[in-house]
C-alpha cells in the first residue's frame, strides 16, 4: 500500500498504454453497447458498466476510489455537494419510523437537514452533546435506532470527537457510526481506525481546495455487518423488489452499501457530481498533503498570535495546549487538526462584526477551507436559522468568528488580522 502522498498523486486512473496520462473528464451523460441483451444485465446489477451518468461515470467512478484508498474503505461514491452525501448516507439505511442519534454540534446545514427536512420524511432524531459520559449517551438510543451522526471536527465549534467512545456505544446497540470527516480530511484523521463504519464528506473545502467545485463523497468502510441485524436493515437485507428481488448483502457482500446507494438512491433522487467537477476536484486531491501541512501550520501560528492579543476574549484551536480537546487531538489527528479557527474579542458582537469589515487579506465569504484565507460569523451567516438555546447546544457563541486560515505566507496573514483588530 502507497502512503497518502502517493495514493494522491497515482490512486484511480490508471492509464493503459497509449491513454490520455491525466484522468480525462468523460463528458457524456450517455455509453453506447452493441446488444440489448448486454444492456439489460447493466440494469439489472448483473453486469458492471456503464450506461448512464446519474448513476455512475468513468471520471467520477476513479476519483471516488482514490478517496477510497485515502480512507482505508472498500467502496465510496461521490455526490453532487456535502449535504447530499450526509443525506444519503443516513437516508441508505432509515425510512419512515426510523430514528437517528446525533452529535448536537455538527455543521448547521447538516443540523437542518437532519432534524427538519428529514422529520418530514418520518425520520426522527435525537441531539446528543457528544462531550458527555457514555452513560448519559446510552438514554439517546431506541430500539428503532439505525445510526449515530457526528463530525470529526465539528464546524464551526471545532468540537474534536471521541471517535472510540461514539464507535462503542452505536456497536452496543447494533447500529453503524456515521462521521463527517471534513474538517480533518483522510491526510490528518481516519476515522476507520478507530470503530467509524462509514466517513462522509463536503469534498467542496479542503479536498477541491480552491473554491471552484460543490462535491461529496461516502465512504464505506465495509466492516459493518448489516447481514447480522436483517430485521433492523431490511433494505440491505431483504429482496429489492425494483431490482427483480436482488438482496444487496448476499449479492455485494462488503460492496452493499455502497452499491444500495448508487443504484437505488442516485437513481431516484440524482444528486450526481458532475464530470467537470470530479475532474476539479482530483486536480485538488493531488496537492491535499501539501496544502493540509500548510493550513495547520498556520492557523497554529495565527492561533497561537490571537491568543495573545489584548482584545481577543478567546481562541479556540484544538493545536493550543490548554485547549479543551488537545488531547483527544494528538490521539486521532496527530499530524495537525485542520486550518479553522474560532475565537471572540472582548468588544462581542459588535466589535467581531466591525473586526470583519476591517479585513483586507481575509474576505467576508461562506465558504471555508480552502487555499484563500476567510472570515464568517456563523451566529449571522450559516447558523442564522438556529434559536439561541441551539447556538448554544452547538458550541456557536453569538461572538464567535470562524476564521478559515489559507495557506497564503503567515506573515500576511498575521499582518492583516494584526490591522484589522487595531
Known amino acids: 500500500m ?37 444492456m439489460g444485465r447493466l440494469f439489472d446489477l448483473e453486469e458492471s458498466g456503464y450506461f448512464y451518468s446519474r448513476m455512475q461515470n468513468p471520471t467520477n467512478d476513479c476519483v471516488a476510489q482514490k478517496i477510497c484508498e485515502l480512507e482505508g474503505g472498500v467502496a465510496a ?55 458527555a459520559p457514555a452513560e448519559e449517551l446510552e438514554k439517546a438510543f431506541r430500539d428503532h435506532t439505525k445510526c449515530v451522526f457526528a463530525e470529526t471536527i465539528a464546524n464551526p465549534a471545532l468540537v474534536v470527537l ?30 476507520f481506525k478507530w470503530g467509524a463504519d462509514i466517513v462522509t464528506h463536503s469534498t467542496t473545502k479542503y479536498m477541491d481546495g480552491h473554491a471552484m467545485a460543490l462535491g461529496g463523497c461516502i465512504v464505506d468502510s465495509g466492516n459493518f455487518d448489516w447481514a447480522a441485524y436483517p430485521e433492523k436493515f431490511p433494505g440491505l437485507c431483504t ?12 449479492k455485494f457482500g462488503k460492496a452493499a452499501y455502497i452499491t444500495k446507494a ?42 497561537e498570535f490571537l491568543q495573545s492579543h489584548e482584545k481577543v476574549a478567546w481562541v479556540n484551536y484544538p493545536g493550543l495546549p ?58 449571522s451567516h450559516t447558523h442564522r436559522q438556529m434559536n439561541d438555546e441551539q447556538l448554544k447546544e452547538a458550541g456557536v457563541a453569538p461572538d464567535l468568528i470562524r476564521l478559515s486560515v489559507g495557506i497564503e505566507h503567515i506573515d500576511d496573514i498575521i499582518a492583516d488580522l494584526s490591522q484589522s483588530l487595531a
Request: some cysteine.
Open 2 to 38: 502507497y502512503k497518502k502522498e502517493t495514493i494522491c498523486i497515482q490512486s484511480g486512473w490508471k492509464p493503459k498504454n497509449g491513454e490520455p496520462r491525466v484522468l480525462p473528464i468523460y463528458q457524456s451523460t450517455t455509453f453506447k453497447y452493441e446488444s440489448s441483451e448486454q
Open 239 to 250: 429482496p429489492d423488489e425494483s431490482y427483480h428481488g436482488i438482496v444487496y448483502t448476499e
Open 322 to 379: 490548554g485547549n479543551k480537546y488537545y488531547e483527544l487531538a494528538k490521539k486521532y489527528m496527530p499530524k495537525g487538526t485542520c486550518g479553522v479557527i474560532s475565537f471572540g474579542l472582548k468588544g462581542g458582537r459588535e466589535a467581531a462584526a466591525k473586526m470583519m469589515d476591517r479585513l483586507e487579506l481575509a474576505a467576508i465569504v461562506t465558504h471555508v477551507a480552502d487555499a484563500r484565507t476567510s472570515v464568517l460569523h456563523p451566529a
Open 162 to 191: 471521541d471517535i472510540e467512545k461514539f464507535a462503542k456505544l452505536a456497536h452496543a446497540h447494533q447500529v453503524p457510526l456515521i462521521v463527517d470527516n471534513t474538517f480533518a480530511t483522510p491526510i490528518n484523521c481516519n476515522p
Open 262 to 303: 448508487t443504484s437505488q438512491l442516485m437513481r431516484d433522487l440524482g444528486s450526481m457530481q458532475s464530470p467537470q467537477n470530479a475532474f476539479l476536484l482530483n486536480v485538488g486531491l493531488e496537492t491535499l498533503p501539501l496544502r493540509m501541512e500548510r493550513h495547520c501550520y498556520n492557523a497554529q501560528k495565527c492561533a
Open 77 to 131: 461514491m461521490l455526490t453532487s455537494s456535502g449535504q447530499a452525501a450526509n443525506h444519503y448516507a443516513v437516508f441508505n439505511i432509515c425510512e419512515a419510523g426510523d430514528h437517528v442519534v446525533m452529535s448536537s454540534t455538527v455543521y448547521g446545514g447538516s443540523f437542518n437537514l437532519i432534524t427538519c427536512t428529514m422529520k418530514k420524511m418520518g425520520i426522527e432524531c435525537t441531539v446528543v452533546d457528544p462531550d
